[in-house]
């Protein structure tokens, strides 16, 4: 199976093999000058090094359908890696070092919402560092983790099958490990919260029948 033939399944991701068919698919030839380009991830989701996202490669992202970009940079390279097509693709610039004692895990709610919200509606992410190797590759890691249910060694060996050079720093590595209790345990307020929304519709639903027969009874 071809990355490109995998989409969203509309079936209950409890019940959904797609976490299976994203592991199972078939691995990208690697050669080192692709090092410089952007590969596909995920159905909805690119990444690669800055100059990706460079205005002599405008008209590749136009060409890919990019709609949304993730521009991971720190404070000494905001002069070279910083949004280039503001008026062109919605974008997320998120500051960090990669420094292993950087607090990276922080910024992976707001980079997973930005994802979820591009993909979801049909649009196509970029996300790219400087190298789009270490920073870029984590938060890319955490998003796969997140949207398909995976450990952080899955989505790592996902994420590294089609880009090969990604290698994200050891601080990092032990984040993306301590983020897995975390992603599920929010996964699991959230599906209780949507099972308490549709317990309390169905009881709304019942009440405002009940009352509606009782209205009923009193005018006849």
């Known amino acids: 199976m071809l990355i490109s033939e995998l989409s969203p399944s509309s079936d209950d991701p409890k019940t959904s093999n797609q976490p299976k068919a994203i592991l199972s698919a078939e691995k990208t ?10 590969q596909l991830i995920v159905p909805g989701l690119y990444l690669g090094p800055l100059q990706a996202a460079i205005k ?27 949004p280039n097509f503001p008026q062109n ?3 997320l610039t998120v500051e960090v070092e990669d420094k292993p004692y950087e607090n990276i895990m922080s910024h992976f709610a707001v980079v997973n919402s930005f994802l979820n919200d591009a993909i979801d509606n049909g649009g196509v992410a970029l996300v790219h560092g400087n190298a789009g190797i270490s920073r870029s590759a984590t938060l890319v890691i955490a998003y796969v983790m997140q949207k398909f249910e995976l450990t952080s060694h899955d989505a790592f060996i996902c994420v590294r099958d089609r880009r090969f050079c990604i290698n994200p720093n ?45 209205c009923n009874n009193n005018m006849t």
């Open 29 to 38: 030839e690697w050669t080192y000058k692709q090092r410089r380009d952007m």
């Open 56 to 82: 002599a490669n405008f008209e590749n992202l136009l060409q890919h359908k990019i709609s949304h970009i993730v521009c991971v940079r720190e404070d000494k390279e905001k002069r070279f890696v910083r």
């Open 89 to 91: 693709f919605k974008y």
């Open 170 to 214: 050891v601080g990092f590595r032990h984040q993306l490990k301590e983020y897995e209790p975390i992603y599920l345990a929010e996964r699991d307020i959230q599906d209780r919260c949507s099972s308490q929304s549709e317990d309390c519709g169905v009881k709304r639903k019942i009440n405002e029948d009940e009352t509606g027969m009782e």
